[in-house]
Structures are given as structure tokens and as C-alpha cells.
């Protein structure tokens, strides 16, 4: 990667995979295997965790782009549009001719969610880390994170390394990837400061039985990493110290990218000079929020009523 002199032009850099979400909620039963469920409620909306954690922190106010691929379809897709409107910076994207987009189905139901997904597009994404356009866009970050599985060490070592020498932070929720070793996932993660595991993904990744002692272990790879609680909130460990904070008390409609929407949240309070109580405050009222609405980014505060919801959170 070439040193880049000039000032950073983003807080935030998100790579990852874009999904076009297609979202049945509000369902009467759980549906089953031979049947048919019906609902009326239904939404197209952009998924995937780049979508939602770079709209909840660019809603915020943190300057966000976001690196990805998409088909020749998603200049007409509203999903994609959608990310536009968002004032999300889109250079260094990847458009394919010869694929479409990514899709999901997701059913949501009370609090749990199933989802069915094509994308071949997504394939040897790393293989955009190849692209010098790429490369200085994540030169011109304050922080970048990894919203996407972890694969391929031998593509992101030489990127973290390079980025650390250049003083930008480094944050991953990378899902819970059977296919990937876990002395592969640890071999990339050692180079981030921040990871975004839920519970279910620290305790599978640590071999541990608890929230207390997965984010106990994942010390040991990562400077400040978080786990997840779901509407319980999240932990993070910083220097041997665990901080909490719960979520908001909301009625969850569709739990579709609310840990995402925690990222997008926790970062820009992170990018914003907050402590640690208040980064993982940030990250519940957005996940909390998310959680409220169908799909990861229709439910996302503004600044005035994120503002609001920090001082009440403060209080309480």
C-alpha cells in the first residue's frame, strides 16, 4: 500500500457485503417447512452488516464510506439507491456486469429471524483489497471496519499491518464462519481493536461457556473487545476492567442488523472522543431502535433523538 500524506478524508470506512433485504415480519405462527404463513407486513430495504453500521454512524454525523461489490442491477435497485441518499461515499466500489446483487429472504418472528441467501457475487470479496483504489481509500480513514466474514489471512494481513503503522484503528464483526479455522480468525483479529462478536459467536469462537468468560478470553487477542447481549445490552473489556450497560427497554418487532446498528452506533460515539460507558451506550440506543422497526436501518435515531436518548440513558 502506497503512504498517503494527505488528512483523513473519512472517519469511517466500512467493508463488507451489500444485500438487497426482502423482509416478512409480523408473522401470525412460525412458519414451517410444507406451509405457507401470510403477513402484510413487508419490506425491501439494504442489508448486510456494511448497510446498517454505515448508516447508523452516518446518521450520527461520522463522515462514512463503504467498500463493496455490487451487480450492474444496483444502479436501479431502491435498496441501493437508498445507500446513496444515505450521503454514504461509494468510490471504490465494485460493479459487476456479469452478476446480480446479493439477496436475502429473511422471516422475521417475534424475536428470532431465518434467513435464506444468494450471493455469488460476494465470493473472493478480499480480492478488492487487490485494487489501489481501495487501498487509499482506506488510507484516507480515521477507522476502518470489517463488516463481513474473515477469510483469506494471506489478503488481510499485509492491509491491517499496514494500516496500524499508519495509526488508524481496526474493528470486525465477523459472524460465526465455520469454514474458517479459528487460528485463522485469531491470526486476523490480533490486528484489530475492537471486535463486535454477540454472545453466541464469542462463546463458539472461545470455546467458553459465558458472556464473562468468552470477552475474558478474547482479551488475550484483542485490545478492547465487546460482546453482544442482545436486549441485555453489551459488555466490553478494556485493560482488564469490564464495563456493561443494558439496552433500551423497546418492544422488538424485527431483530434483523441490531448488532449492527450497535456497531454503527458504538463507533461513532468512539470516533467522537466518548468513553467507554458511553460508546457502548451509543451502540444500545441503535441497536435498540433497529429493533423496533423491520430491517436493520428504518428503526436508526437521527442525532437529536440519539442525543435525547444518551442524556436519558445518563440519568438512569
Request: proline share 6%.
Amino acid at each position: 500500500m502506497r503512504r498517503n500524506n494527505g488528512q483523513p478524508r473519512f472517519d469511517l470506512v466500512v467493508f463488507g457485503e451489500f444485500f438487497s433485504d426482502m423482509i416478512f415480519y409480523q408473522l401470525p405462527r412460525r412458519p414451517q417447512f410444507g406451509e405457507e404463513s401470510k403477513t402484510d407486513s413487508f419490506l425491501v430495504a439494504p442489508g448486510g452488516g456494511l448497510a446498517t453500521t454505515a448508516i447508523a454512524a452516518s446518521r450520527l454525523g461520522t463522515v462514512t464510506g463503504i467498500i463493496t461489490r455490487v451487480g450492474a442491477d444496483a444502479k436501479v435497485l431502491p435498496t441501493w439507491n437508498e445507500i446513496v441518499s444515505e450521503k454514504l461515499d461509494i468510490t471504490a466500489c465494485e460493479f459487476r456486469k456479469d452478476l446480480p446483487t446479493a439477496l436475502t429472504v429473511c422471516v422475521a418472528y417475534k424475536n428470532d429471524r431465518m434467513m435464506v441467501t444468494h450471493e455469488p457475487i460476494n465470493r473472493r470479496l478480499e480480492d478488492l483489497l487487490d485494487n489501489p483504489a481501495v487501498q487509499q481509500k482506506f488510507t484516507r480513514a480515521r477507522h476502518v471496519h470489517l463488516a463481513c466474514a474473515l477469510r483469506r489471512p494471506a489478503k488481510w494481513l499485509p492491509i491491517l499491518r499496514d494500516l496500524r503503522e499508519r495509526g488508524i484503528t481496526i474493528s470486525a464483526d465477523f459472524g460465526w464462519n465455520p469454514d474458517i479455522s479459528i487460528n485463522q480468525l485469531i491470526s486476523i483479529i490480533r490486528h484489530c481493536d475492537f471486535i463486535f462478536p454477540n454472545e453466541r459467536e464469542a462463546r463458539a469462537v472461545t470455546g467458553t461457556t459465558s458472556a464473562r468468560r468468552a470477552i475474558e478470553k478474547l482479551q488475550d487477542w484483542v485490545p478492547f473487545p465487546v460482546v453482544k447481549l442482545g436486549i441485555k445490552g453489551a459488555l466490553l473489556m478494556a485493560e482488564g476492567r469490564l464495563y456493561q450497560q443494558p439496552g433500551l427497554p423497546v418492544t422488538v418487532l424485527d431483530a434483523t442488523g441490531a448488532g449492527d446498528a450497535f456497531n454503527g452506533g458504538f463507533l461513532h460515539a468512539f470516533l467522537h472522543g466518548s468513553d467507554w460507558d458511553d460508546c457502548l451506550r451509543a451502540g444500545n440506543i441503535c441497536g435498540s431502535l433497529a429493533a423496533t422497526r423491520p430491517g436493520g436501518s428504518k428503526g436508526l435515531p437521527g442525532l437529536p433523538e440519539f442525543n435525547r436518548r444518551l442524556a436519558s440513558f445518563r440519568k438512569a
